[in-house]
């Protein structure tokens, strides 16, 4: 608890202290764990992930979702990273390439990425894989732009 709360107050400094302060993947992922984990077990259940989409990002099961721009400016504002770096990350999360961040989206990559085990949960190396994967940030630290 204390561990997660100084990782996201450090996290937190970083994003608001500066802005040219980037914060990498790995701080993502960080962020959205300290968000979405509610049982901090350095899990992300897929209940937690569709709450954490519900709640964060309106994004339902069956729902609309959010339109690429919709998703990219709300991006932008969570995780600071530059409006080109979170639009191209939108369109890679698009997966069924119908221009609309969806849960049919976010279910396909949870498919993919729940793996290593398969066990309906994403571990913290899994979400780093897939946003790695998807993310386009470079993957060295501090790669990308940000504003
Ligand atoms: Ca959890
Ligand atoms: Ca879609």
Not at 33 to 60: K, P, R, Y
Not at 76 to 93: C, G
Not at 105 to 117: E, K, L, R, S, V
Request: charge should be negative; include cysteine.
């Amino acid at each position: 608890m204390m561990e997660s709360l100084v990782v996201f107050l450090s996290i937190a400094g970083l994003a608001l202290g500066a802005n040219t302060a980037c914060l990498t993947v790995d701080q993502i992922v960080d962020m959205v764990f300290f968000e979405a984990d509610t049982d901090m077990d350095n899990n992300l259940s897929m209940q937690e992930f569709s709450a954490t989409l519900e709640n964060n990002w309106g994004i339902t099961p069956g729902g609309a979702g959010l339109s690429i721009s919709e998703f990219t400016n709300l991006w932008v504002i969570h995780y600071h990273d530059s409006h080109p770096t979170a639009h191209d990350f939108a369109v890679n999360l698009d997966i069924n390439n119908d221009k609309r961040i969806t849960d049919v989206d976010m279910n396909m990559y949870a498919g993919i990425y729940d793996a290593n085990p398969m066990d309906g949960q994403f571990s913290k190396e899994e979400f780093l894989t897939f946003m790695h994967a998807v993310h386009p940030d470079p993957h060295n630290a501090g790669g990308h732009g940000c504003h």
